[in-house]
Nanobody, 121 residues
């Protein structure tokens, strides 16, 4: 059983930056890919970014490519999502999830509770 806790959300102006963290406990963290998703009010949850167990494979949604960077520190059991050049449309609750593969097409076994990101215009 893996527990995931997101942190780092908050309120930021458009053009600003935030770094989200996804801290894992209770399982073999380095055995899992970690994916980030987000859900805005009234919208479906969407894939944002994913990273495989070693950090050697990453994936990004087109809407964040070039602005967001995912990385992981297996020694700290933590995955980071660096978000730069934020836009109001990035406003959402961001969730991290653990699964076997990085990417939007694969199921995830464990989910965090989410952290709110609000980008003001």
């Amino acid at each position: 059983q893996v527990q995931l806790v997101e942190s780092g959300g908050g309120l930021v102006q458009a053009g600003g930056s935030l770094r989200l963290s996804c801290a894992a406990s209770g399982g073999t963290f380095r055995g899992y890919a970690i994916n980030w998703f987000r859900q805005a009010p009234g919208k479906e949850r969407e894939f944002v970014s994913g990273i495989n167990w070693s950090g050697g494979t990453t994936d990004y949604a087109d809407s964040v490519k070039g602005r967001f960077t995912i990385s992981r520190d297996n020694a700290r059991s933590t995955v980071y999502l660096q978000m730069d050049s934020l836009k109001p449309e990035d406003t959402a609750v961001y969730y991290c999830a653990a699964g076997s593969y990085a990417g939007r097409y694969y199921p995830n076994d464990y989910w965090g509770q989410g952290t709110q990101v609000t980008v003001s215009s």
